[in-house]
């Protein structure tokens, strides 16, 4: 059974703390994601990743930062959370597909992390 | 740039009902694939069903079907004959070629009564 795991589900830190994000892919995928979900806004790419220690910018990377040093291992990173962190964090992954688009995403539970 | 768009307010269905949930894309590339998932309050998300550019015909998984309108830009998401467990999110998604990006719309409510 495929399996994207994060390794937390509810998290809270607090305001100026460095806080990681860790996400795991067991199906050794090559592209990884880092997705923010909040009401009303859908899910919104934050960076994602297509080989190890290659990262390239979503549409909202401004402060986080992303580790991807092997392939099954994929960190999200607030280097100094704000209360406009808060939000549901989810990590998926999928194959490389080249030209193709015919590969789904998985997607991991989700780390509902709040920031006070 | 792709943009996925999901307008629809959130939607009451009856049980064993037909819904559709409606999407809109916009993108250059002549070669791209949409996916719809689910996402129940447990948070999850679940693949549902995927339509290539080039299919020539609409895709159907079971109960899914997607009316998938190339030059309108639209697919849509048809469940048929719902059920108390379809109650969730729908996300509508899209990837282009080579870039393996995969863009979300905001997401459609359905609620189904019994």
């Known amino acids: 059974d495929v399996k994207v795991t994060q390794s937390s589900r509810y998290l809270v830190k607090r305001t100026g703390e460095k806080v990681f994000l860790e996400c795991v892919q067991d199906m050794d995928h090559e592209n990884m994601f880092w997705y923010r979900q909040d009401p009303g806004l859908g899910l919104r790419l934050i960076y994602f990743s297509y080989d190890v220690k290659m990262k390239e910018k979503g549409d909202i990377p401004e402060g986080y930062s992303v580790s991807r040093e092997k392939k099954e291992r994929f960190s999200l990173i607030l280097e100094s959370a704000s209360t406009n962190q808060t939000s549901m964090y989810l990590c998926?992954?999928?194959?490389?597909?080249?030209?193709?688009?015919?590969?789904?995403?998985?997607f991991g539970q989700g780390t509902r992390l709040t920031v006070v | 740039a792709q943009k996925i768009t999901q307008t629809q307010p959130g939607m009451f269905v009856q049980e064993k009902e037909a819904v559709t949930l409606d999407c809109t894309y916009d993108t250059s590339d002549p070669s791209y694939g949409l996916f719809w998932y689910k996402q129940p309050s447990s948070g999850e998300m679940i693949f549902l069903i995927y339509q290539g550019s080039y299919d020539q015909q609409n895709a159907t998984e079971g109960r899914y079907s997607l009316n998938f309108q190339k030059a309108r830009k639209s697919a849509n998401l048809v469940i048929s004959a719902s059920q108390l467990g379809d109650s969730a999110m729908y996300f509508c998604?899209?990837?282009?070629?080579?870039?393996?990006?995969?863009?979300f719309g905001k997401g459609n409510q359905v609620v189904v009564i019994p």
């Open positions: 998604a899209m990837k282009g070629p080579g870039n393996n990006r995969l863009a």
């Open positions: 998926a992954s999928s194959p490389w597909t080249g030209q193709g688009t015919n590969t789904e995403a998985f």
